[in-house]
């Protein structure tokens, strides 16, 4: 990992990346969100619409609304009640 991340340091690579995802992104924007965003977001996540219209990235590990994710001796989530 430490060459890829040298790699991705790159103020020429960071730009080809940038050059490159934008055109991907006008090609399509829902199918940049789903096959580039979607995959990099946390398996706990869900996209929650309110009445008002507002979108918001919600928890599945919490019970209710502000709760903290709960982990285990692992660090791994413990899914709500």
């Known amino acids: 990992m430490i060459l890829l991340d040298e790699m991705m340091a790159r103020k020429a690579n960071k730009r080809a990346l940038l050059t490159?995802?934008?055109?991907e992104f006008n090609?399509?924007?829902?199918?940049?969100f789903k096959t580039i965003v979607m995959p990099l977001l946390p398996k706990e996540q869900k996209l929650a619409v309110?009445?008002?219209g507002v979108i918001e990235w919600k928890s599945l590990l919490g019970d209710e609304p502000g709760e903290k994710p709960?982990?285990?001796?692992?660090g791994?989530?413990?899914p709500g009640r």
């Open 70 to 74: 709960r982990f285990d001796e692992q």
């Open 20 to 23: 490159a995802l934008q055109k």
């Open 27 to 32: 090609k399509s924007p829902i199918g940049f």
């Open 76 to 78: 791994f989530p413990i």
């Open 50 to 52: 309110g009445a008002d």
